[in-house]
């Protein structure tokens, strides 16, 4: 899509940037979050374009009416992430293992699901507020009903190799359901207050 930009004239980038806007606005109000009404058929890949588009435009050339704070705002209010919670992972028991807990000294049981937690680590650098993401836990968690239902929805590739990786967000984290391959997949969103019970709860049942 950037060699696209990159041929549009500055007037035309401002016309598909205040669609792209007015889109994700109708998206939030009357069009009742369809995303039928946005330009980028998908949210992903609308607020992607946005970025983008306005990214190919020269900053002392880029609108007032958006900015790239704007879009992130956007972001947040039209994630369609499913809302879950520390239930939905099980609260009763996980065992946590090493990177190799996937070989055969520590096999996956039926009615256990691998999982990963990879946490953000914050440096300040220059007065600078920076972020890197440190190394991984992984572990088994036992299959709940709300994990069935959800690995349910994806393509039954290679249901021995279900996986869920926790990824820590800025203001939440994204939780991947995946079935063996990683197109099949799917993310949802667990507030940080939900997470930490989960976690606070499995860590000792774990050890």
């Not at 950037?2 to 792209?20: D, F, I, P």
């Not at 369809?34 to 306005?54: A, F, I, P, Y």
């Not at 239902?149 to 359901?177: A, H, M």
């Amino acid at each position: 899509m950037e060699q696209k930009y990159l041929e549009m004239t500055l007037e035309e980038k401002y016309q598909l940037l205040g669609r792209m806007k007015s889109d994700c606005e109708y998206y939030l109000g009357a069009g009742m979050k369809q995303v039928s009404s946005l330009w980028g058929k998908t949210v992903d890949n609308h607020l992607g374009c946005m970025k983008e588009l306005l990214f190919s435009i020269p900053m002392e050339d880029r609108p007032e009416w958006l900015t790239y704070p704007d879009i992130a705002a956007f972001d947040k209010q039209m994630d369609h992430r499913p809302v879950i919670t520390a239930e939905t992972l099980g609260l009763s028991w996980a065992r946590f293992a090493s990177l190799g807990s996937r070989s055969k000294d520590q096999p996956r049981q039926p009615n256990e699901v691998f999982f990963s937690v990879k946490k953000r680590i914050y440096d300040g650098k220059d007065g600078k507020k920076t972020f890197r993401y440190g190394l991984s836990e992984h572990g088994y968690a036992k299959l709940t009903p709300r994990m069935e239902e959800i690995f349910g929805t994806l393509f039954k590739e290679n249901p021995g190799n279900r996986s869920i990786e926790c990824i820590e967000w800025d203001d939440s984290w994204n939780i991947v359901f995946e079935d063996g391959i990683y197109i099949s997949s799917r993310m949802c969103r667990m507030e940080k207050f939900e997470f930490a019970e989960w976690y606070r709860t499995i860590k000792p049942a774990a050890q």
